[in-house]
Structures are given as C-alpha cells and as structure tokens.
C-alpha cells in the first residue's frame, strides 16, 4: 500500500543532543512537508520541499534543519539550537507543486513524538 | 491571507448529522477550502474541499454558501470513529506561489453513544 512512514514514533533525546527523524513515501509525490504540533494547538510549519534538491523554511525553521536528496526521502534534524524540541512532529506530501493547484491535498504520516530531557 | 474561525468543541449524538461550521469571511476567489480530520496521536487525515459548489464524498459533505464566507462540513451520520479535531483551511496563496496549507487550532467533535 502506497503510504507515508514515519519513525521511529516514540524518541527521546538527552538535551544539547542532535536528533534525525525519518520520513518515507513511497507515494511518488513531488512535494514533502514537515509539521511541528503542541499540545492543544494546530500545526505549525518547519520546513517544505517542492522538489528533490530543494526546500524553503517555513514559519518556524530555526533549529531545524532538513534535506532531500532523494524523492522518496525528507529527513528532518532536529539540532541542539532548537529550544523548545519536545513536541509531535508530523511530515507530508502531495502530488505536486505547481501554480495554481491548489487541488493537491496533504497526505500525512502517523508522526514521531519526540522528548527531549 | 486569508482565515478561519471555527468553534472550540462541539457534541454529536452517535447516528446523527454533524454539523461542522467554519467562517472564512477573507477569502479570496481562487482559494479553495480544505478540510482535514486529526484523530488523536494519528496525521491529519484529508476529508474533502472545494472551492464554490457543494462538494460530496464517501466521508462528507461540504456546503459553501454562495458568497464563500462561511462553510460546512457535515457527516450524515456520525460514529464514535469521527471523535476527532476537525481543521477547515483555506489554502494561502502568495505572489511567489502557492505556499503550504496553515492549520489552525480546528474544532473538537465529540461524538457521544
């Protein structure tokens, strides 16, 4: 089944320690996306990729940092600058990128719930 | 950019229709709504969009009022599966291109036997 992974779900991390979270898709999207979310709040926007070899930040970039050397992959670090890192972080994709569609939908995976003492 | 405002927290009887409101009073005219489901600890789940007719799926109803202020979501009949946060989005459109959706804190379903 064609789907988005994420893992591992559960992580968790001395401080002043760097942190890679894994995102897969084997959905042949264009467009990877990674979300922070807190409790009790809506998504927050870290890092975006239109294609492979390219991302943009997003609203909340600093002390993250990402990559996409393959379509299939955006592996988010979460670095020790970051300073607030406990929270659910949730990556996804869509079809594509391009102007004017606005009819690609997200598709989420399941997200890693990442703890930091 | 425009924005959504929807309530809080809202009940649903099991077997009933939900009701789903979202005011969107800013939007532009190519801007579509999108609406999203977040069952606790899961990814958000995409339910349907549209951008000016009533739209209709397997999950849900969308309804758009003709001035695209506000709109609904319905489920026809509401089980205690759809207990979940519920995110009305309209997609952000910037000079520069299309930019991701921006989600905001949704409403609360609850959904009682």
């Known amino acids: 089944d064609g789907g988005i992974t994420q893992s591992p779900k559960y992580l968790f991390r001395k401080e002043g320690q760097n942190v890679t979270l894994s995102c897969e898709q084997n959905l042949n999207h264009d467009a990877m996306y990674w979300y922070r979310q807190d409790p009790g709040q809506g998504l927050r926007l870290i890092y975006y990729s239109q294609i492979v070899n390219d991302f943009q930040k997003g609203d909340i970039a600093e002390g993250y940092s990402v990559s996409r050397e393959k379509k299939e992959s955006f592996p988010l670090t979460v670095t020790s600058a970051q300073k607030n890192p406990t929270a659910f972080y949730l990556c996804?994709?869509?079809?594509?990128?391009?102007?004017?569609?606005?009819?690609?939908?997200?598709?989420f995976g399941n997200g890693t719930r990442l703890t930091v003492t | 950019d425009a924005k959504t405002t929807q309530p809080t927290s809202m009940d649903c009887a099991e077997g009933r229709a939900a009701n789903l409101p979202c005011n969107h009073s800013t939007i532009s005219g190519n801007e579509y709504v999108y609406w999203y489901r977040q069952i606790h600890s899961q990814g958000p789940q995409y339910i349907i969009h549209g951008l000016k007719n009533n739209e209709t799926n397997e999950m849900a109803s969308l309804i758009i009022t003709e001035d695209r202020k506000s709109s609904t979501l319905i489920l026809p009949h509401a089980t205690l599966r759809d207990t979940a946060v519920y995110y009305c989005?309209?997609?952000?459109?910037?000079?520069?291109?299309?930019?991701?959706?921006?989600f905001g804190k949704g409403t609360r379903l609850s959904v009682i036997a």
């Open positions: 989005i309209v997609r952000v459109a910037r000079n520069s291109g299309n930019t991701p959706l921006v």
């Open positions: 996804a994709s869509s079809i594509d990128w391009t102007v004017g569609s606005y009819n690609s939908p997200l598709h």
